[in-house]
C-alpha cells in the first residue's frame, strides 16, 4: 500500500491541472486525502470572489486522491456541491476527502472544504465506479 501511496502522491504532483491552481499534498493515506490550495486574484470571478470553479477543482482532486488511493482505476460517478462561504482573498483552502464507504464498485466520498479560521467553504458529496484496472503508474 504504501508504494501505491507514494507513486499516486509522485503522479500528482506532475499532474498539470493541479499545478494551474497550485493544489499541494499535506496528507494522504488509503481512503482519505488532505489538500491545501492558496487562493489568488487569477481565480476570482466577475464579483471579485474566488470562482466556484476554482474551490471545485480543490475538492476535486481530493476525490480523485482518495478513491484511487486502492491502487486501482476509480472515476467520477456523481458530484453534489454546496457552496457555503466564500473565500478571503489570498486564503489558503484546506480540502479533505474521505471515502465514507467503498465496495467492489462503488466508493462514496465525502469531501469538506474549510478556510484558515477552520470555517466551512464549500461540502461535496460524490460517488466513484471503480473499475478492475491497477492505476496506470504502478
Do not use: W
Amino acid at each position: 500500500m504504501d508504494q501505491c501511496l507514494a507513486a499516486l502522491e509522485k503522479r500528482f504532483c506532475e499532474e498539470p491541472y493541479a499545478k494551474i491552481f497550485g493544489i499541494r499534498i499535506v496528507e494522504l493515506e488509503a481512503g482519505r486525502a488532505l489538500l491545501k490550495m492558496k487562493t489568488s486574484e487569477n481565480m476570482n470571478n466577475l464579483f471579485g470572489t474566488t470562482h466556484g470553479a476554482a474551490i471545485f477543482s480543490l475538492v476535486d482532486a481530493a476525490f480523485e486522491l482518495a478513491v484511487n488511493s486502492h491502487g486501482t482505476v476509480a472515476v467520477a460517478l456523481g458530484v453534489n456541491m454546496n457552496y457555503l462561504s466564500a473565500p478571503l482573498a489570498g486564503e489558503c483552502l484546506l480540502a479533505e476527502g474521505r471515502e465514507v464507504n467503498r465496495s467492489r464498485k462503488i466508493s462514496a466520498c465525502q469531501i469538506s472544504v474549510t478556510g484558515e479560521d477552520g470555517r466551512l467553504i464549500a461540502t461535496c458529496q460524490a460517488l466513484a465506479y471503480r473499475k478492475k484496472d491497477k492505476l496506470p503508474f504502478l
